[in-house]
């Protein structure tokens, strides 16, 4: 078969498995196999593949089949117009989570801070850290994460975007590592509710770190701890900055105000328009 007949194939039985960008995947995993870019698949789309080529692009056709992330299978994922490296040691950095780090961004520009002490917490690939550090050359950026296995995957993203040493890197649960305190601490925590787990699609039940999204019986185990313990590591007037799921605004906003440590608590919505950002400055005493 040739390129062109290779993807028009690949693309029908993405197709009849429910996938729902089947060419785009066909493409994109026929352009990696080979290591060549798509454009190049076109220009060549007469070619015929060698056998040991048809049977390995065949074998990967078949585990994108099942359900595997093209990110997982090709090896990478783009956030932030940057290359991260990840495989099923880390969650795959969303595109949602980039109007987290715009957020970020913004909140700092504002207030004219622009060399910021940030902390994020459970760093996962590192896209968030490394965004941040890749627009603010001044900031001390610290990122955590209770993954060791995550940790080394973040450290080589920091190694293939970023100057040496850019990046503090601590393993631990939570805040037990942190030292000092922050202009902004961000994260994006896991937040799926025990019993949301089983709705989510395959390619994240089957392949994602569970570790990564899993948030006690509702959800909020996560936003329970980090809201109340985050004020002690924001220095005054500080920021905290967190990715929710895009029905849990109201239940993080009565976090916040219970726990009586924060004030201009706000939400900002995702490119699909889904609540997606909650930020809150720390209250003065
Ligand atoms: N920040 C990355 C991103 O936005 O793509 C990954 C976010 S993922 C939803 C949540 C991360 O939190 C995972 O990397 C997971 O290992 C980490 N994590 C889970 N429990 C943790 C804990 N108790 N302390 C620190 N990190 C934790
Ligand atoms: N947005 C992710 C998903 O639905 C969840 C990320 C998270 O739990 N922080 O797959």
Redesign the pocket.
């Known amino acids: 078969m040739t390129i062109g007949q290779q993807i028009e194939s690949a693309a029908e039985v993405f197709l009849s498995s429910g996938l729902t960008t089947p060419r785009l995947d066909a493409e994109v995993l026929l352009a990696s196999y080979l290591k060549k870019d798509r454009i190049w698949l076109f220009v060549h789309s007469d070619r015929d593949l060698s056998v040991p080529e048809a049977e390995g692009f065949r074998r990967w056709v078949a585990r994108r089949q099942e359900g595997e992330p093209v990110a997982y299978l090709v090896g990478h994922k783009e956030f932030w117009s940057l290359d991260f490296a990840v495989d099923p040691r880390v969650?795959i950095p969303?595109p949602?989570?980039e109007v987290l780090v715009e957020e970020v961004l913004k909140t700092l520009a504002l207030q004219g801070i622009f060399s910021p002490d940030i902390l994020d917490l459970g760093t996962g690939s590192g896209a968030i850290a490394i965004a941040l550090a890749s627009e603010l050359p001044e900031a001390r950026i610290t990122a955590t994460d209770l993954s060791r296995e995550a940790l080394a995957v973040a450290a080589g993203n920091a190694k293939r975007n970023l100057p040496a040493g850019r990046i503090e890197f601590l393993q631990g649960n939570l805040f037990d590592p942190v030292k000092g305190l922050f202009d902004a601490i961000v994260s994006?925590?896991?937040?799926?509710a025990a019993g949301e787990y089983s709705q989510?699609?395959r390619e994240?039940r089957n392949f994602?770190p569970r570790e990564?999204?899993?948030?006690g019986e509702d959800g909020l185990d996560f936003y329970a701890i980090i809201i109340p313990q985050a004020a002690s590591f924001l220095k005054p007037e500080g920021w905290l900055l967190l990715?929710i799921?895009h029905d849990q605004k109201k239940l993080v906003e009565g976090l916040f105000s219970q726990s009586g440590l924060y004030r201009d608590v706000t939400f900002r919505k995702d490119y699909a328009g889904r609540w997606r950002v909650a930020k809150a400055r720390r209250k003065e005493e």
């Open positions: 969650l969303r949602d989570t994006n925590p896991p937040y799926i989510l699609s994240v994602e990564a999204l899993l948030a990715e799921g």
